[in-house]
């Protein structure tokens, strides 16, 4: 697997999701078409910050995808969904 340089955004995002996977997202005012699912993973919170359903505070599900904007060149995202507040954001671009 290559290795990827990641910078960190974690800003909130609209996802449009298609078959359970996100299929577009706008990011900085611009619509994504998701071109690629290349990865699909949970993260969880630390064990000792877990509440009464089981969940942790931070425990989401992760995408890593390949998306486009209209005349842009494509980019590899994360984009994470927190169970816990039912919001997505776009957690990395990496390069």
Known sequence: MP????????EPTDV?????APAAFV???????????LAHWWE???W????????SDDEREMWRVEAQAVDRT???VELGFAWATGT???????D
């Open 3 to 10: 290795a990827f340089l990641a910078r960190r955004y974690d």
């Open 74 to 76: 494509p980019v590899v």
């Open 16 to 20: 449009e999701r298609r078959d359970d």
């Open 48 to 55: 000792w910050r877990r509440i009464d359903v089981g969940l």
């Open 27 to 37: 990011w900085r005012s611009r619509r994504h078409a998701v071109t690629a699912v």
């Open 44 to 46: 969880t919170g630390p």
């Open 88 to 94: 997505w954001s776009l957690r990395a671009v990496l």
